[in-house]
T-cell receptor
Framework: ELKVEQNPLFLSMQEGKNYTIYCNYS?????LYWYRQDPGKSLESLFV?????AVKQEGRLMASLDTKARLSTLHITAAVHDLSATYFC?????????????FGKGTKLTVNP | DAGVIQSPRHEVTEMGQEVTLRCKPI?????LFWYRQTMMRGLELLIY????????DSGMPEDRFSAKMPNASFSTLKIQPSEPRDSAVYFC??????????????FGPGTRLTVL
């Protein structure tokens, strides 16, 4: 059974600082997704990482994937308040053509002025 | 495109009542997913459809839950009878097949269900 673990689950940081959120998963997969969820809102897709070594950047967020280590990171550069949200990683099961995603528990990020 | 549409956005009902949640996927998407989100259990996949056919319902918690997709533009999730532990936010999502860079799942706004 595929398990996805994120850490930390809660992150409070100051504006201007850098930090990394980690996403580990337990079985082979070559596709990983990052989503953002604002309080009381839906999930918004941020990145789709499709292969080992994939790196994608959007603004102050950069995501990477290491399929050998079964690890993805979401790096935040010079955080601003608008980045406050919960971030989820999700991994597909790649078994039998399944389209299922397994989500981590999410990292609640609070950026303080 | 309007995105994934869900209704109602909020539902408050009493224990034992039937609840029906509705979803309209993005036009052209072949896959439709129903998720449930709670603080305790996080985001759980309940069931998903491909071309209107249920593919995997292993996440459906019990027989009180049922889902249908009568056509490509409409799906329902029904709970009968509802219980307080069913209180959660229910999301519907849709996607193209996982074949390229645009295969991410697009989520609807969710239905916040409260069962008293």
């Amino acid at each position: 059974e595929l398990k996805v673990e994120q850490n930390p689950l809660f992150l409070s940081m100051q504006e201007g600082k850098n930090y990394t959120i980690y996403c580990n998963y337990s079985t082979t997969s070559d596709r990983l997704y990052w989503y953002r969820q604002d309080p009381g809102k839906s999930l918004e897709s941020l990145f789709v990482l499709l292969s080992n070594g994939a790196v994608k950047q959007e603004g102050r967020l950069m995501a990477s994937l290491d399929t050998k280590a079964r690890l993805s990171t979401l790096h935040i550069t010079a955080a601003v308040h608008d980045l406050s949200a919960t971030y989820f990683c999700a991994v597909d099961t790649t078994q039998g053509g399944s389209e299922k995603l397994v989500f981590g528990k999410g990292t609640k990020l609070t950026v303080n002025p | 495109d309007a995105g994934v549409i869900q209704s109602p956005r909020h539902e408050v009902t009493e224990m034992g009542q039937e609840v029906t949640l509705r979803c309209k996927p993005i036009s052209g998407h072949d896959y439709l997913f129903w998720y449930r989100q709670t603080m305790m259990r996080g985001l759980e996949l309940l069931i998903y459809f491909n071309n209107n056919v249920p593919i995997d319902d292993s996440g459906m918690p019990e027989d009180r839950f049922s889902a249908k997709m009568p056509n490509a533009s409409f799906s329902t999730l029904k709970i009968q009878p509802s219980e307080p532990r069913d209180s959660a936010v229910y999301f519907c999502a849709s996607s193209f097949p996982r074949t390229g860079t645009t295969d991410t799942q697009y989520f609807g706004p969710g239905t916040r269900l409260t069962v008293l």
